[in-house]
């Protein structure tokens, strides 16, 4: 091998190895700073959806923009905090019913265990018995309670960024250099912009009906726990393809916890997963379209690593930071590729069929 194929082998060997050492750090900062960072991205959705919004109220019906700002601020601050509210009062009516039932499941478990077999269910109960539920579900609360601090700081950064929404277009053009380049940037982040609010918007929608049909479910059922499960159904649905199979699996769980009949119990649980399979399968691709053109192998692959990194929330941005990815590398030439590998059919989405829509002002020129 002569001098300048070592040389070139060398380089490459050490810039490998400055990749690894990079990425290393980088997942070392994302877990490290998951709470700020994780409250930043919710900020930007939400100045996201709420510029949008703006934007076509102001237009449509002139009101000045600093107008629709402040009220628009205020509503997600308003929002924010009884969101916040709300949550933890429902995680703590589960714990407290959790707790009253605990005796009750206990009893009840051998009765739905009993066709696995002596041996198996003995297993089972062991297992069961060591796993400290109740302690887990108080720590669940007092993960929750650490909502209202993550609305807060997100409040903050919304209105940060509302303050600063006017420089934005300088910014951007200091940045580049050059003003095409500025212009192609504003309309990347524009498309990435009406396509997670696109997804979002109907996956609000798309939840809500999911979350009321199981709370009439439960209601009709005369059983407790109506509200929470329906909260809970609504909050899983945001999670791509698992969610709803979470959703299910909790009520009829809670199902047979709180009647302790088995019948009753297959009953909700077929209920809730036809719920799940008609709208998932039915009306959730009828709305959504051509929106996401996600791969559904990357989509997992997605919620595995954000929700390695970041826990549950990491699994609901995962859609949202995907989509934003794809597009962003679909306009890099070398890193097309992995936007061909991110699209579910090898057509990565540049977000063109976006650019003939109204920018927002944010990102006006």
Known sequence: MDQSSETVLRERLQTG????????????????????????????????????????????????????????????????????????????????????????????????????????????????????????I????????????????????????????????????????????????????????????????????????????????????ELSLAGPIALLTFVLNFIPSVGSIIATAIAAVLAFVLSGDTTLTLIIGASCTLVQFAIGNVLDPMLLGQTLRLSSFGIILSLAFWGAIWGIPGMFLAVPIMVALMIVCAHIPWLRPVAVLLSREGLPDDGSSDDDKAVPPTLAA
């Open 17 to 136: 190895f400055l990749g690894i050492i990079a990425f290393g750090l980088i997942l070392f900062m994302l877990v490290q700073a998951r709470f700020i960072l994780i409250s930043l991205a919710i900020a930007i959705i939400l100045f996201s959806l709420t510029t949008d919004a703006i934007f076509a109220i102001c237009s449509r019906l002139k009101v000045p923009n600093w107008l629709g700002t402040i009220l628009a601020l205020i509503g997600i601050a308003l929002g924010l905090l009884w969101v916040s509210t709300t949550v933890v009062a429902q995680v703590n009516q589960v714990v407290l019913t959790a707790v009253a039932y605990a005796e009750q499941a206990q009893a009840a478990l051998p009765t739905l265990t009993q066709w696995l077999g002596p041996d198996m269910q003995e297993r089972l109960m062991t297992a069961i018995s060591n796993f400290n539920l109740t302690g887990w």
């Open 138 to 221: 108080r720590s669940l609360a007092g993960q929750a309670s650490g909502v209202l601090s993550g609305s807060v700081l997100v409040i903050l950064f919304v209105g940060f960024m509302f303050a600063e929404q006017v420089w934005f277009p300088s910014k951007i053009e200091r940045l580049t250099g050059d003003p095409v380049r500025a212009v192609q940037v504003r309309r990347i982040i524009s498309s990435i912009m009406h396509r997670v609010n696109r997804y979002l918007v109907v996956k609000t929608a798309v939840s809500t009906v999911t979350a009321v049909a199981v709370w009439l479910i439960f209601t009709l059922a």
